[in-house]
């Protein structure tokens, strides 16, 4: 009986009790009115991930292109309500250090050092 109860509990526990990532305050799309990007937070794998990305339209003898440009943003360290990434630009030689603070469900304050040091709020584009 007692098997069954603990084989029972861990099952329950296991449905319910879901990684920190995927419960995460910043999971979703946000867009600054500071910036071109839009940055897409996902939950894989219980980390996330983040990718910035920015759709260029170029026009050219009459045709029209649209090229994607991305930054690759690493996690280094998280929290329920924080969380600091670093990102390398190549084609400039950029580097920061980003902080990253849920203000409410709605917005989040990223505080930029290295290269270029700055504050941007996101308004969360998927409420």
């Given at each position: 009986?007692?098997?069954?109860?603990?084989?029972?509990?861990?099952i329950?526990?296991?449905?319910?009790?879901?990684?920190?990532?995927?419960?995460?305050?910043f999971?979703?799309?946000?867009?600054s009115?500071?910036?071109?990007?839009?940055?897409?937070?996902?939950?894989?794998?219980?980390?996330?991930?983040?990718?910035?990305?920015n759709?260029?339209?170029?026009?050219?003898?009459n045709?029209?292109?649209?090229?994607?440009?991305?930054?690759?943003?690493?996690?280094?360290?998280?929290?329920?309500?924080?969380?600091?990434?670093?990102?390398?630009y190549?084609?400039?030689?950029?580097r920061?250090?980003?902080?990253?603070?849920i203000?409410?469900k709605?917005?989040?304050?990223?505080?930029?050092?290295?290269?270029?040091?700055?504050v941007?709020?996101?308004n969360?584009q998927?409420?």
């Open positions: 009986m007692k098997t069954l109860f603990l084989t029972l509990s861990i329950v526990s296991t449905v319910l009790i879901k990684p920190k990532a995927e419960n995460s305050k999971i979703g799309t946000w867009k009115e500071g910036s071109d990007y839009t940055m897409l937070i996902t939950a894989k794998n219980k980390n996330l991930d983040i990718y910035n990305y759709f260029q339209r170029q026009d050219l003898d045709v029209s292109s649209v090229t994607l440009s991305t930054v690759e943003e690493r996690v280094v360290k998280f929290s329920r309500r924080k969380m600091k990434t670093n990102i390398f190549e084609k400039n030689n950029h920061v250090s980003i902080t990253y603070k203000i409410n709605e917005k989040m304050k990223a505080i930029f050092k290295g290269n270029w040091n700055g941007i709020y996101y969360k998927n409420k």
